[in-house]
């Protein structure tokens, strides 16, 4: 997904220069890297490959109400 954010001169200039060293043309997968680091000190961004750890752990039955449930949640959001 794209999207803009502002960044400093000498922000913009070290993250091309460590892209650079990297062999990458340009500084998105250094951002992306970092918000990953982020999100794993705070705890977060890791919700799905958890819960992809957890797949048959639960009775079908149990799994169905989980998702009926995650089903009727998706509709109220939108």
């Not at 400093?8 to 060293?21: N, Q, V």
């Not at 000190?41 to 819960?51: D, M, Q, V």
């Amino acid at each position: 997904m794209r999207t803009t954010i502002e960044l400093s001169d000498a922000h913009r200039a070290i993250l091309l220069r460590l892209a650079a060293e990297r062999g990458q043309k340009g500084f998105s997968r250094l951002v992306a890297d970092a918000i990953d680091a982020y999100l794993s000190n705070l705890g977060l961004g890791h919700e799905r490959e958890a819960a992809q750890r957890l797949r048959g752990l639960l009775s079908p039955g149990a799994a169905d109400e989980l998702e009926a449930r995650t089903r009727a949640i998706r509709e109220s959001w939108r």
